[in-house]
């Protein structure tokens, strides 16, 4: 049996050619088709539902790598980057359309600009990457919630009910956020080198 057979029988990397790693690339590919529904056609309810589907697709990968045995080395780096560029996309075209609120939106950006080159430095310098917290994950989740709703806002359909729901959403986001962060800096400073 060869040395590859061996790994994938073992089930520790199936490679970048994969369903779920599809997935995720679909989902990036989908932002520049969003970002011209919201700010080039101005239509923020279609845009709410794409960004919203996005967003979803975001539970199906990580479902499938596991129940297909397709874990991948390349899928847990590329999921998180397209989960990264989604809350950008969704934040900063919800900003220059006028339905993101500022202090959600810049909280979030400077906590990617934070939390991005700290995880590349470990990761180039030090070869360490820390998993994932569940906090974050649900933190991810209620702002993949939050944004979308707040494109309700710019709609004629209950707009002040989808936002105080997205800015319930968005502020638990944001504070689960900023604990999350805390925790995964303190772990990347822990990590064994």
């Known amino acids: 049996m060869s040395e590859r057979t061996t790994e994938k029988t073992a089930g520790q990397d199936a490679g970048l050619w994969t369903l779920p790693n599809l997935i995720s690339f679909l989902r990036i590919l989908a932002l520049p088709v969003f970002l011209w529904v919201l700010l080039g ?21 990580g479902m499938l790598a596991r129940r297909l045995d397709q874990v991948s080395e390349i899928g847990k780096m590329l999921d998180p980057v397209a989960d990264r560029l989604v809350v950008f996309a969704g934040v900063v075209g919800g900003m220059v359309a006028g339905l993101v609120p500022l202090w959600l939106g810049v909280s979030l950006l400077v906590r990617e600009a934070i939390i991005g080159p700290v995880t590349i430095y470990y990761l180039v310098r030090h070869k360490v990457r820390v998993p994932v917290r569940q906090m974050g994950k649900t933190a991810t989740a209620l702002i993949f919630f939050a944004v979308p709703f707040y494109y309700l806002t710019g709609t004629t359909f209950a707009p002040l009910f989808w936002e105080v729901v997205a800015t319930l959403l968005g502020g638990l986001g944001l504070i689960l956020y900023i604990i999350v962060t805390w925790r995964y800096l303190g772990d990347l400073r822990h990590a064994p080198r």
Request: no cysteine.
């Open 41 to 61: 056609l101005d239509r923020p309810l279609l845009a709410a539902v794409l960004l919203g589907l996005i967003s979803v697709t975001d539970l199906l990968d």
